[in-house]
């Protein structure tokens, strides 16, 4: 059975960091790895992905401050955050791309930044 467990979020001072991460199990073959954000009352958008090849693509809102990072061995997936902004506050969420099933999500974790 698939699944992914996020951890690491908490509550941030603006311009802190914080560390992500995302253990994933009972999926073969994933293609690709991503961190997206949900704040309230908004969509959830991509921050974040990854393929297994190392390739990464940012949201522009988070280029030059987190970097996405996997590593295969442990199933895991890392989101590194620098320089958090308000604007960085909301629950995110990691997701699986298997490259024969359906796409899974981890019930997320809340970043909370405050200015």
């Known amino acids: 059975q698939a699944q992914l467990v996020e951890s690491g979020g908490g509550l941030v001072q603006a311009g802190g960091s914080l560390r992500l991460s995302c253990a994933y199990s009972g999926m073969l073959q994933i293609k690709n790895m991503g961190w997206y954000r949900q704040a309230p009352g908004n969509q959830r958008d991509m921050v974040a992905t990854?393929?297994?090849?190392?390739?990464?693509n940012y949201a522009d809102s988070v280029k030059g401050r987190f970097t996405i990072s996997r590593d295969n061995a442990q199933n895991t997936v890392y989101l590194e955050m620098n320089n958090l902004k308000p604007e960085d506050t909301g629950v995110y969420y990691c997701?699986?791309?298997?490259?024969?099933?359906?796409?899974?999500w981890g019930k997320g974790t809340l970043v909370t930044v405050s200015s």
């Open positions: 997701k699986a791309e298997p490259l024969y099933s359906m796409s899974y």
């Open positions: 990854i393929t297994t090849s190392g390739s990464t």
